[in-house]
């Protein structure tokens, strides 16, 4: 059982550029998220999914997109990366609303320069 | 999201010492989570509380959710070396699938 796995760990991209971060879970959850973690702040929600098909923004939405095709994969994309993007990145995915333990990915670390 | 106020920032702590940390919001949460983050990996949770006045133990942790409903702290007994880390709270509101962070305490030996 792997958790929550995401890829790239790390990258560098040049302002203008595009990428999409990519996220797994094996636990059969239905409720993922993707939040970005800048030094010395506590995480920030993106988006969010409650299950296939269906994504809601989360609160620092702005220059991302998500799609949820299947229950296991969460992909978050940069289309055009701006250096206020450079950030850690992580994916977390949750059994239920009402008992919310998250667990989270190790993280993609990205630079925008 | 909402806010949560983590206290303190930092601590420095010597080994076998007893350390405490609290979270604090203006909102009413039914959920509580501390969590903690070792460099360069993702948060681990710790321990979760649903119910207000809930005292849980995880080894040498111990938190519980405050009897407002509006806080939560987290103790570490006799800490050990490995402790070092940056410690995360998180709550939920009622009928909210999100969770809010507080901004985490980092945990350092002191020399």
């Known amino acids: 059982n792997a958790g929550v796995t995401q890829t790239p760990k790390f990258r560098i991209l040049k302002i203008g550029q595009s990428m999409t971060l990519q996220c797994t879970q094996d636990m059969n959850h239905n409720y993922m998220y993707w939040y970005r973690q800048d030094p010395g702040m506590g995480l920030k929600l993106i988006y969010y999914?409650?299950?296939?098909?269906?994504?809601d923004k989360g609160e620092v939405p702005n220059g991302y997109n998500v799609s949820r095709s299947t229950t296991e994969d969460f992909p978050l994309r940069l289309e055009l990366a701006a250096p206020s993007q450079t950030s850690v990145y992580f994916c977390?995915?949750?059994?239920?609303?009402?008992?919310?333990?998250?667990?989270f990915g190790p993280g993609t670390r990205l630079t925008v320069l | 999201g909402q806010q949560l106020n983590q206290s303190p920032q930092s601590m420095f702590i010597q080994e076998g010492e007893d350390v405490s940390m609290n979270c604090t919001s203006s909102s009413i949460f039914n959920t509580w989570l501390w969590y903690k983050q070792d460099p360069g990996e993702g948060p681990v949770l710790l321990i979760a509380?649903?119910?207000?006045?809930e005292l849980t133990s995880n080894g040498r942790l111990t938190a519980q959710f405050g009897i407002t409903r509006k806080d939560s702290f987290l103790n570490i007994s006799a800490s050990i070396p490995s402790d070092v880390g940056i410690y995360f709270c998180?709550?939920?509101?009622?009928?909210?699938?999100?969770?809010?962070f507080g901004a985490g305490t980092t945990v350092t030996v002191r020399a």
């Open positions: 509380l649903y119910k207000a006045g």
């Open positions: 977390a995915s949750s059994y239920s609303p009402s008992y919310n333990e998250q667990f």
């Open positions: 998180a709550g939920q509101i009622s009928d909210d699938y999100k969770l809010s």
């Open positions: 999914s409650v299950g296939a098909g269906i994504t």
